[in-house]
């Protein structure tokens, strides 16, 4: 403790995260945060989850030091005005007005995300290379498999490779398989390490410019702002997808009104699926109207950890637009702290997928 304050005031700009190993707390003594650390993070015994955390945590870091640009305008509504008023009463009871291009992947009630699908129809099974850009990364692998569904009909599953450790000889066993395209996503640019830069610039030079006919397709997702912290061999990559291939703006949350409500319900009913043991079973309507009204200062991630957050702290049936309120809290700290515990709760005794499979290997 004091050490961590001697650092605090000592480093002013530096912004400092306080960690400790949950195994050297013990039951009584851990999650000790010290009083000055704004960003306070448990590392889990499984060092997957731990490395997973860390990146997160300094990349949410990160983001908080980046200049904030001005404020998006919301884009102008492309429907009739007795149509906008029946699609605001269509949140609470009445006729829903269907989508223009039904999706598999991606919500797209909103005129922004409809134009943005249109042009996913546009690029699927002909772009080789794809760079998706929005202001935050947590649908970028969304909008790949919408663009792999849309190429191939999910007859070839999406390609989802650790941009940490990429290897173009696994590319190119991968580019020389059927003529169905072979969509790889490649995660997000400020993950890149310069090892993974170098294996995909030779991946490029091989198979895109000396064979036209490669049935591979590389997907690059970059958050805007970004450039501030992705290393400079990252952004020559980007750089070079913007320039031979083809980008694709996933529009942000400001512009998405109509798709808060279908986002809400959808992620409420797969929360509730999958952790059964929550108590709130119902999503009020004032819940969702709170949202809407909110839309304009979230971003997708963000609304997902609202209602994450308000189901996993509340013991009432109904999540109402005062839990959203109360428990919307969208540091890393909170949300690594929520992850941290439930990981040592929940899951003290696995110790993940290895395991799993040395059991298999010994029957």
Not at 115 to 128: G, M, P, Q, T
Not at 175 to 189: A, D, H
Not at 234 to 241: D, P, T
Request: overall charge neutral; charged content about 25%.
């Amino acid at each position: 403790m004091w050490a961590f304050d001697a650092l605090f005031y000592g480093t002013k700009k530096t912004n400092l995260i306080a960690f400790e190993p949950i195994e050297e707390g013990g039951q009584e003594g851990a999650h000790r945060c010290p009083k000055n650390a704004k960003h306070y993070l448990v590392l889990s015994a499984d060092m997957r989850r731990s490395k997973v955390r860390l990146q997160k945590v300094i990349h949410e870091v990160a983001q908080t030091s980046v200049k904030k640009k001005a404020k998006r305008k919301v884009a102008k509504k492309k429907v009739a005005s007795a149509n906008v008023s029946a699609s605001a009463k269509s949140t609470i009871v009445g006729d829903v007005v269907a989508p223009v291009t039904i999706t598999r992947q991606l919500t797209a009630r909103s005129p922004a995300m409809q134009d943005f699908l249109v042009r996913i129809n546009e690029v699927a099974s002909k772009a080789s290379l794809i760079l998706i850009e929005g202001e935050d990364g947590a649908e970028f692998e969304l909008a790949a498999r919408e663009l792999n569904f849309r190429a191939n009909g999910d007859v070839f599953p999406l390609m989802v490779l650790d941009p940490m450790h990429l290897c173009a000889a696994q590319l190119k066993v991968l580019s020389k398989s059927k003529n169905t395209p072979i969509y790889c996503y490649i995660g997000i640019s400020y993950e890149l390490t310069s090892h993974s830069v170098e294996q995909l610039a030779e991946t490029i030079k091989l198979i895109f410019k000396e064979r036209v006919d490669s049935p591979l397709r590389l997907i690059l997702g970059h958050v805007n702002g970004s450039e501030e912290y992705a290393s400079a061999s990252a952004m020559e990559l980007v750089n070079l997808f913007r320039k031979d291939g083809t980008p694709l703006e996933l529009p942000g949350m400001a512009d998405r009104k109509e798709d808060v409500q279908v986002i809400a319900q959808s992620v409420f009913a797969m929360l509730r699926v999958a952790h059964p043991f929550l108590c709130t079973r119902t999503l009020s309507v004032k819940a969702i109207e709170y949202l809407e009204e909110e839309h304009e200062s979230l971003d997708y991630s963000r609304l997902i950890r609202m209602i994450r957050n308000s189901m996993a702290l509340t013991q009432r049936d109904t999540l109402t637009e005062r839990e959203l309120k109360n428990f919307s809290d969208d540091s890393p700290s909170s949300q690594h702290m929520i992850e941290s515990f439930a990981d040592e709760k929940f899951f003290a005794e696995q110790s993940g997928v290895e395991d799993i499979s040395d059991l298999a290997e010994g029957g």
